[in-house]
Nanobody, 123 residues
Framework: QVQLVESGGDLVQAGGSLRLSCAAS????????IGWHRQAPGKQRELVAA???????NYADSAKGRFTVSRDNAKNTVYLQMNSLKPEDTAVYYC?????????????????WGQGTQVTVSS
């Protein structure tokens, strides 16, 4: 089993920045990729960014140029740095982990989820 705990969500004005953290514990050696998904009210959960155990990254078009995903292996933590935030970035952000590469990008194939952290961007 793997446990994921997110933190860092907050209320921020448009144009501002936030850094989300995802601390992983448990059988983390089984994890090949960790991603950030988000879900806005009335919308489907969608991938924002992901990083593999080798450090390769993947971003949704909406995140490219504004968001950066990174990892600190010593702390078993993955970060999502979000800059130039927009009101449409408002959502609950979830950390997701997958044991098989590729699965992390599809919400229905993710193996483990965190509890989510609320990000609200005001205009």
């Amino acid at each position: 089993q793997v446990q994921l705990v997110e933190s860092g969500g907050d209320l921020v004005q448009a144009g501002g920045s936030l850094r989300l953290s995802c601390a992983a514990s448990g059988s983390i050696s089984s994890i090949n990729a960790i991603g950030w998904h988000r879900q806005a009210p009335g919308k489907q959960r969608e991938l924002v960014a992901a990083i593999t155990s080798a450090g390769s990254t993947n971003y949704a078009d909406s995140a490219k140029g504004r968001f950066t995903v990174s990892r600190d292996n010593a702390k078993n933590t993955v970060y999502l740095q979000m800059n130039s935030l927009k009101p449409e970035d408002t959502a609950v952000y979830y950390c997701a982990a997958a044991t098989v590469l590729g699965r992390v990008v599809v919400p229905t194939l993710v193996d483990y989820w965190g509890q989510g952290t609320q990000v609200t961007v005001s205009s």
